[in-house]
């Protein structure tokens, strides 16, 4: 019973990509991640879909070629979770013009028949027409692209979803213990442990994938104990969160070279606006990277540079901060140079890690991942399906506003629990969630604490922090009847919560 194909390690936008991968080509597939899904890096990107126009600079094409073919089969096979945004490139001189100029062209060039839209060259009206708010001062235009942008938690959810629909199973809150192997030293399954309730097993599967991430060494570490791993380097990237009215444009705007030879995009997003990354080396990696207060600063200083109106650190709604996965490359010390490759490795005891790529190339990484077992003789062989995999319930024919559209025909089933349960409140008011979403949360999406709505499943930290905590005690207490928990459960979880949320205050 208890014998699989594929078993994966991690829940992340990795592991999930190469879940969905493996079952829809019939493989028996089962999932564990130790905390929540996406409560590491996949939840705390910049809510790109891109092909990475940066690297443009670095000559390296094939990268962004393969960026933006991916991009084309995010956002065509999951529209509800993921659409087309226009970004803009504020123009400060001529040669600034001249050199967007060539990029722009060369980016829709490389994107062929799955360009998302037309580049365009805006002049200094038709540019602050577009985005008021822009510093005027020195403006000479603009040049304007287009890229995508997403809802990551939500997009993991449709992973999720499209995994089980496709005979999968799938486990949060499991801990991999260790690794069961045969007498040639050969993996052969694993030990795992429910964190909630403690319960230990094993099961047997004929490949084990680490597909964890900035933890990925953590993994072979516990397979080759004797060995210390360093095959991945972790940068953590700080984003700010503000109400819209700091920057109100249909238009995300790219900083594309601060002062320390950064980038940084001003994105709309849920009626708010997301401003980052930072992207600074880190030493050794954390599931709960706090915000540095010298890159919050530096978000703030480079920001004002852009705005007409001063930001200050009152405006901020959310802090959040994730660290990215990064293969290591020897003698390369500047994390945001490394590039955004991902790799494939092959342990002597036959583990397979997966390691390095982005958010974008998920569904490329899964790809490459299983045809890597099966041309190593570890799977029969089978052809992917994934280009023209429409995500779970996803529905193009009903548009529907936020927060029902990320649901799709899924949406549904939430207002059937609003008549059930005869609430049609929302969570706090100046949060766009309802009552019922919750209680969706926990029947269909395995959400089992605080933390998983409403810093997963909704974006409620996210949006605005301080609303969160302040709804907190509402989602305990829905939570609490609907899983038959008392007030001790509910007090523990506010305090955990608690804890959790305060990293996300200014």
Same mark, same amino acid.
């Given at each position: ?45 910049? #809510? =790109? ?6 690297? /443009?600079?670095? @000559?390296?094409?094939?990268?962004? !070629?393969? $960026?933006? +073919? %991916? ?25 600034? #013009? =001249? ?6 062209? /060369?980016?829709? @060039?490389?994107?062929?028949?799955? !360009?998302? $839209?037309? +580049? %365009? ?34 997009? /993991? ?9 496709? $005979? ?339």
């Amino acid at each position: 019973m208890n014998e699989y194909d594929v078993a994966i390690i991690g829940g992340g936008a990795t592991g999930l990509g190469v879940a969905v991968e493996a079952a829809s080509r019939g493989y028996k597939t089962i999932l564990f991640e130790a905390y929540d899904y996406g409560k590491g890096t996949s939840s705390k990107s910049t #809510k =790109l879909v891109h092909g990475g126009i940066r690297y /443009l600079a670095n @000559f390296d094409f094939e990268l962004v !070629k393969e $960026g933006l +073919s %991916e991009r084309h089969f995010f956002l065509k096979n999951a529209p509800h979770i993921a659409k087309a945004q226009p970004y803009m490139v504020p123009l400060y001189s001529w040669m600034d #013009k =001249l050199k967007y100029f060539v990029g722009i062209k /060369l980016y829709d @060039f490389l994107a062929g028949k799955e !360009k998302v $839209g037309h +580049s %365009e060259f805006l002049n200094r009206n038709d540019t602050l027409g577009k985005a008021p708010n822009l510093n005027t001062a020195g403006l000479k235009g603009s040049a304007v692209y287009y890229d995508g942008q997403f809802d990551d938690t939500r997009m /993991l959810v449709s992973l999720l979803k499209t995994f089980e629909s496709l $005979g999968g199973i799938a486990h949060n809150y499991t801990n991999v213990t260790g690794f069961t192997k045969n007498s040639e030293d050969k993996v052969t399954g694993l030990k795992v442990q429910n964190k909630l309730t403690n319960e230990d097993y094993e099961i047997k599967a004929k490949i084990v994938i680490n597909a964890t991430g900035t933890l990925t060494d953590t993994i072979l570490d516990i397979d080759e104990p004797v060995e210390s791993h360093k095959n991945v380097a972790a940068a953590q990237g700080t984003h700010l969160v503000f109400n819209k009215d700091i920057f109100d444009s249909k238009y995300a705007i790219v900083i594309p070279k601060t002062n320390d030879g950064r980038i940084l995009f001003v994105l709309p997003w849920h009626n708010k606006v997301v401003v980052g990354t930072t992207d600074i080396a880190i030493d050794k990696p954390e599931i709960d990277p706090i915000a540095q207060i010298n890159e919050i600063d530096f978000i703030l200083d480079t920001l004002n540079n852009y705005t007409s109106k001063i930001v200050t650190r009152d405006d901020i709604k959310s802090v959040f901060a994730g660290q990215r996965p990064l293969v290591r490359p020897q003698n390369q010390t500047n994390s945001s140079k490394i590039s955004r490759k991902h790799e494939i490795l092959l342990s002597s005891s036959g583990l397979i890690s997966i390691v390095g790529g982005k958010w974008t190339i998920y569904r490329l990484m899964g790809e490459d991942t299983i045809n890597f077992a099966i041309n190593n003789g570890m799977l029969n062989n089978t052809k992917s399906i994934t280009k023209e995999l429409k995500l779970y319930a996803q529905n193009t024919d009903t548009v529907l506003p936020y927060p029902l559209s990320v649901y799709a025909s899924e949406a549904n089933k939430i207002l059937k629990i609003t008549e059930e349960t005869k609430t049609h409140e929302k969570l706090h008011p100046d949060l766009p969630y309802l009552c019922a979403e919750v209680i969706y949360q926990i029947r269909h999406e395995q959400a089992k604490t605080i933390e998983d709505v409403l810093c997963r499943r909704t974006r409620a930290i996210l949006l605005n922090a301080k609303a969160a905590i302040e709804a907190a005690p509402t989602v305990a207490k829905l939570m609490a009847t609907e899983m038959g928990y008392d007030n001790k459960w509910i007090e523990d979880q506010l305090n955990n919560f608690n804890k959790i949320a305060k990293q996300y205050l200014p």
